[in-house]
């Protein structure tokens, strides 16, 4: 399917706004994605993302804009758009007094299964997603993790070439939410094109290919990870040497070679500078080897998608994390490429 | 412009509109879900079960000497008119439970599907008849141990159940409606109670109407209930089918006719 639709838009969301009251939850989103890719919308608690998601998925009429899935228009197609898309909710979007089995039999069928031919999709879903053992029990037993995986399960059943995941893994534990991960990724590789929403920045780090940041119903910075990395400046250098008593020694070189101030951490004999020129530490760590200092550390940090966030919005996502007291999450601080050299 | 790549491209022949063929079948599988959540939670059908039992009892010793003499001779009387009433009353029970359901997420997962948008709501509806039929069947059978033997026959009972299972059927897309648009449960409940109190009382159902003062004898003689009331009376107690009959189907139709085309719509809009 990759081949096929390799370069066409999966999803063309142009100017979308969306008011409830007074507030405009979603003020002019423009959104392009790109077939068979992983797109992350990136954004606090109450950017946005859900009521954005749930106009590009038919389930809710933008004030204005359109939208267009695979070329077709959702406000004048929106059979057809429902028959290329799955949506995986951020509440899960199955039914609870039903078991596991039940929801996949019937929602097969409504998708136009015969009756063998769902229940052999529900037994193949099952058994992919892990859930055969509990398959006949009601789902007011299962598990956060269990629920989730039943209602992505249950997006897949047509295997549409795009699929919604509103914020596939808030509230799981870290395991399940590397295994979502893993599922997400195989998803992509068999041609599907995912969007996601997240207001973790690992998660779109590890996942995305393209990410929109989206802040009070607008998207602030949009592209690569990579380009939204560049866009808030330079690599950092961090250095530690084994001699705290040498600190100053050590700062006073690092300044002289690179011609910046170095800042000096809370922990003790640890340095971080801007590095603008790559080439230059050569120098400075032969200048620091004459000077008789030894180091104990040394690496170059790329910027992190919190301070993307920071730059972007004016605000930290910490804060906004806060809010949503009941999401166990310990990911703000994102786990960024961190590249010793030498 | 790649439109025609899609369709012939994935394999995928994209459908503009579900067809008349495909509703009724999504509305089926929707009736079926209904039916698996009554075997899953058979609490919900406390209703249909007991109040036949208790308000039959209770009204028809209740009222029997005073209006008809003695209970036996007012068995004829009290039976279609507490079937009516009970059964149109759990029918309301339709509008709530449509309400709780469509809070719940499995809904938005309905709405993103490609499936006709009223098989949700039919599928609810269909389902609930279930519910009129053990209404029916329990409030005739209370009858029958009280004493009442209706002389139209079986099948002409079985007829006027029927008959009333098809009316509440129709009645229900009322309160599917108020359901809809209504923002809780609860005030589904208090609206819908609110239409069905004055309907179903101000009616043949319990008492004759001659002895009621004007107005509300003008009010109860044009009143739904009391022509569906007259209908299931006629087919049981004399085994003919007369004008009521007509009457009532025909109400039946015309709510349908109002109120499913706007409970669809209402629904579409909220989504």
Redesign the interface.
């Known amino acids: 399917m990759t081949d096929k639709w390799n370069g066409q838009w999966a999803i063309e969301a142009d100017g979308l706004v969306k008011a409830f009251g007074d507030k405009r939850a979603v003020d002019g989103v423009n959104l392009q994605v790109r077939a068979g890719t992983i797109y992350g919308v990136l954004g606090p608690n109450g950017a946005g993302k859900t009521t954005t998601i749930r106009m590009l998925a038919t389930l809710l009429r933008p004030d204005a804009g359109t939208v267009r899935v695979f070329g077709h228009d959702a406000a004048k197609e929106p059979h057809v758009v429902r028959q290329l898309i799955g949506v995986t909710g951020q509440y899960a979007s199955v039914d609870e007094s039903l078991s596991a089995i039940e929801n996949l039999l019937i929602f097969s069928r409504l998708l136009g299964l015969g009756r063998a031919e769902a229940r052999r999709k529900a037994s193949e879903l099952l058994e992919e997603f892990g859930l055969m053992e509990a398959a006949k029990r009601p789902l007011k037993n299962f598990s956060g993790g269990m629920r989730r995986r039943l209602d992505l399960a249950a997006s897949l059943i047509a295997q549409p070439p795009l699929i919604f995941l509103d914020e596939p893994t808030t509230g799981l534990d870290p395991r399940t939410r590397t295994q979502m991960w893993e599922t997400i990724r195989r998803l992509v590789k068999t041609g599907s094109t995912v969007l996601l929403t997240t207001q973790y920045l690992d998660e779109a780090d590890q996942l995305a290919d393209r990410i929109a940041v989206i802040d009070h119903g607008r998207v602030v910075a949009e592209g690569t990870v990579d380009e939204l990395k560049a866009s808030v400046g330079m690599s950092s250098l961090h250095l530690r040497v084994q001699n705290p008593l040498q600190s100053e020694k050590a700062r006073q070189i690092i300044e002289r070679v690179l011609k910046v101030e170095a800042s000096l951490s809370a922990e003790a004999g640890k340095f971080t500078a801007p590095m603008a020129d790559a080439d230059r530490v050569a120098d400075l760590l032969i200048a620091i080897r004459e000077e008789g200092i030894r180091l104990a550390e040394l690496s170059v940090q790329k910027p992190t998608l919190d301070e993307v966030f920071l730059a972007t919005t004016g605000h930290g996502v910490a804060a906004n994390a806060q809010q949503s007291s009941e999401q166990t999450n310990e990911s703000n601080e994102s786990k960024v490429s961190k590249e010793a050299i030498g | 412009?790649?439109?025609a790549?899609?369709h012939s491209?994935?394999g995928?022949a994209?459908?503009?509109?579900?067809s008349f063929g495909?509703s009724v079948?999504?509305s089926l599988?929707?009736a079926?879900?209904g039916l698996?959540?009554l075997k899953?939670?058979p609490e919900q059908l406390f209703d249909v079960t007991i109040q036949p039992i208790i308000f039959t009892l209770m009204f028809t010793y209740i009222f029997g000497g005073a209006i008809s003499g003695n209970v036996l001779d007012y068995l004829p009387v009290i039976i279609p008119g507490i079937l009516v009433q009970t059964v149109i009353t759990s029918s309301v029970v339709t509008g709530v439970q449509l309400r709780e359901d469509m809070d719940?997420?499995?809904?938005?997962?309905?709405?993103?599907?490609?499936?006709a948008r009223i098989?949700p709501l039919a599928g609810a509806l269909l389902a609930d008849t279930i519910r009129y039929t053990i209404a029916t069947v329990l409030t005739f059978t209370m009858g029958y141990i009280m004493g009442y033997r209706p002389e139209g026959g079986l099948e002409h009972v079985a007829l006027a159940a029927l008959l009333v299972i098809a009316c509440s059927w129709a009645i229900s897309w009322i309160f599917a409606f108020f359901g809809v648009i209504a923002r809780t449960a609860s005030s589904v409940q208090g609206i819908s109670m609110l239409i069905l109190f004055p309907l179903t009382f101000v009616s043949n159902a319990f008492v004759p109407v001659e002895t009621m003062p004007n107005w509300l004898n003008w009010f109860a003689s044009i009143n739904p209930v009391s022509h569906l009331v007259n209908a299931v009376r006629e087919l049981a107690n004399t085994g003919t089918i007369g004008a009521d009959f007509a009457i009532s189907l025909i109400g039946a139709a015309v709510i349908v006719a109002i109120f499913a085309p706007l409970t669809v719509k209402a629904y579409m809009r909220k989504?």
């Open positions: 412009m790649k439109h790549a899609i491209g994935s995928r994209l459908k503009k509109y579900a495909q079948r999504n599988t929707m079926y879900r698996l959540k899953r939670t719940k997420g499995v809904f938005d997962r309905f709405k993103s599907l490609p499936i098989a989504t």
